[in-house]
C-alpha cells in the first residue's frame, strides 16, 4: 500500500505499536504493585524479623502450632506492615531521608551479625586477653558526718564546726555501737558499704571520693569537703581492686567472646562486600 510508504503514517504506525505494547505491559505490573502475595514463607520471615531471631526450622513450628486466630492476627499484622511499607516507596519517602539510609545499613548490619561463627570460640584465651573488662574495683566502707555549707552558713563555718567535732572525737574512745547524733542531715546516706569510688563521686564529687580512698582504716579522719559541705569520715575497710576467676563468671565470658566473634566476622564480611565496589572520589 502506498500509504505505508508515507512517513507521516510510518510514523502514526510506530506510536500506535508503542501504545499497545504499553498498555499490555504495564498494568500487570500496575496490578502487581497492588497485589499483596503471602505464601508460608513470607509469614515464618517476618515471624524471624520481628522476633530479631533467624531459625527457620523454629518458627516453621511456631506458624504450625498457631490457633486459627493467632494465624489471622500475623497475617493481619503483616498486611498492615506491608501496605503502609509501600504507600512509603509510592511517595518516594525512601529517597533522600538519612534514617531511613541508617536503618538500612543498620538492617544490612544485623543480617551480618546473624551470620554462623565457624570457628569454636576459646574461651581462655578471650579471658587472658581481656581480663581488665573483668576488673573488680576498690570498695570502701565506711561512715561519715556532715557540717552543711547551707545549714552553716558558708564554707568556713561548715569547716569549723567539722574540725571541732573531730577534736571532741579524737580525745576519747569512740563506740562502734553508739549512735552519732551530731552534725546535719546528708542528702544521701550516712553509712556506706563495700562502695566503688565511681559509686561514691555519685553522692559526694570526685574530690571527695579521692581524698577517701587515701585515708587510714580505723579512725576518724578530716575534715573532707564534698560537693555540699565538710565532713569528718571513719573508714572500716578497703578492700583493693581484683580480677574474679573465669569460673566465677564464666557465663559472662562466654557471651562476651561470642559477641567479639561476631564482631570480628561480620566486619571481615563488610570489608568483602567493599571489594563489589569501585569507589571514586572527587572532592
Same mark, same amino acid.
Given at each position: 500500500?502506498?500509504? /505505508?510508504?508515507?512517513?507521516?503514517?510510518? &510514523?502514526? !504506525? /510506530?506510536?500506535?505499536?508503542? *501504545?499497545? %505494547?504499553?498498555?499490555?505491559?504495564?498494568?500487570?505490573?500496575?496490578?502487581?504493585?497492588?497485589?499483596?502475595?503471602?505464601?508460608?514463607? %513470607?509469614?515464618?520471615?517476618?515471624?524471624?524479623?520481628?522476633?530479631?531471631? &533467624?531459625?527457620?526450622?523454629? *518458627?516453621?513450628?511456631?506458624?504450625?502450632? /498457631?490457633?486459627?486466630?493467632?494465624?489471622?492476627?500475623? #497475617?493481619?499484622?503483616?498486611?498492615?506492615?506491608?501496605?503502609?511499607?509501600?504507600?512509603?516507596?509510592?511517595?518516594?519517602?525512601?529517597?533522600?531521608?538519612?534514617?531511613?539510609?541508617?536503618?538500612?545499613?543498620?538492617?544490612?548490619?544485623? /543480617?551480618?551479625?546473624?551470620? +554462623?561463627?565457624?570457628?569454636?570460640?576459646? !574461651?581462655?584465651?578471650?579471658?587472658?586477653?581481656?581480663?581488665?573488662?573483668?576488673?573488680?574495683?576498690?570498695?570502701?566502707?565506711?561512715?561519715?558526718? &556532715?557540717?552543711?555549707?547551707?545549714?552553716?552558713?558558708?564554707?568556713? +563555718?561548715?569547716?569549723?564546726?567539722?574540725?571541732?567535732? #573531730?577534736?571532741?572525737?579524737? @580525745?576519747?574512745?569512740?563506740?562502734?555501737?553508739?549512735?552519732?547524733?551530731?552534725?546535719?542531715?546528708?542528702?544521701?546516706?550516712?553509712?556506706?558499704?563495700?562502695? @566503688?569510688?565511681?559509686?561514691?563521686?555519685?553522692? *559526694?564529687?570526685?574530690? &571527695?571520693?579521692?581524698?577517701? *580512698?587515701?585515708?587510714?582504716?580505723?579512725?576518724?579522719?578530716?575534715?573532707?569537703?564534698?560537693?555540699?559541705?565538710?565532713?569528718? %569520715?571513719?573508714?572500716?575497710?578497703? @578492700?583493693? +581492686?581484683?580480677?574474679?576467676?573465669?569460673? +566465677?563468671?564464666?557465663?559472662?565470658?562466654?557471651?562476651?567472646?561470642?559477641?567479639?566473634?561476631?564482631?570480628?566476622?561480620?566486619?571481615?564480611?563488610?570489608?568483602?562486600?567493599?571489594?563489589?565496589?569501585?569507589?571514586?572520589?572527587? !572532592?
Amino acid at each position: 500500500m502506498l500509504i /505505508l510508504r508515507e512517513p507521516l503514517a510510518q &510514523f502514526f !504506525l /510506530l506510536g500506535l505499536l508503542l *501504545f499497545f %505494547v504499553y498498555e499490555t505491559k504495564s498494568p500487570p505490573a500496575e496490578v502487581d504493585s497492588k497485589v499483596i502475595r503471602i505464601d508460608r514463607d %513470607v509469614l515464618i520471615n517476618h515471624m524471624q524479623y520481628r522476633s530479631k531471631s &533467624f531459625e527457620y526450622e523454629k *518458627f516453621s513450628l511456631m506458624l504450625d502450632q /498457631l490457633s486459627p486466630m493467632q494465624t489471622e492476627k500475623l #497475617l493481619e499484622e503483616f498486611i498492615r506492615e506491608e501496605v503502609l511499607f509501600r504507600e512509603a516507596k509510592s511517595l518516594n519517602l525512601n529517597e533522600k531521608d538519612y534514617i531511613i539510609r541508617q536503618r538500612l545499613v543498620q538492617k544490612v548490619e544485623y /543480617l551480618l551479625r546473624a551470620s +554462623e561463627i565457624k570457628r569454636p570460640v576459646n !574461651l581462655e584465651e578471650f579471658y587472658a586477653v581481656n581480663k581488665d573488662r573483668y576488673l573488680t574495683p576498690r570498695k570502701i566502707t565506711f561512715t561519715h558526718i &556532715f557540717f552543711g555549707k547551707k545549714e552553716r552558713g558558708s564554707w568556713s +563555718e561548715s569547716e569549723r564546726s567539722a574540725e571541732n567535732l #573531730l577534736t571532741d572525737f579524737l @580525745s576519747k574512745p569512740w563506740d562502734k555501737g553508739t549512735e552519732i547524733k551530731s552534725g546535719d542531715r546528708f542528702v544521701f546516706h550516712k553509712n556506706y558499704v563495700d562502695k @566503688s569510688s565511681e559509686h561514691v563521686s555519685s553522692h *559526694f564529687g570526685k574530690e &571527695f571520693s579521692d581524698a577517701l *580512698f587515701d585515708l587510714g582504716i580505723g579512725t576518724w579522719e578530716g575534715p573532707i569537703k564534698s560537693a555540699y559541705g565538710h565532713h569528718i %569520715v571513719y573508714v572500716s575497710n578497703i @578492700s583493693e +581492686e581484683g580480677v574474679k576467676d573465669l569460673e +566465677e563468671i564464666y557465663d559472662q565470658v562466654e557471651w562476651d567472646a561470642k559477641q567479639a566473634a561476631i564482631t570480628e566476622l561480620t566486619e571481615t564480611l563488610i570489608v568483602d562486600l567493599k571489594k563489589k565496589y569501585k569507589v571514586v572520589v572527587d !572532592l
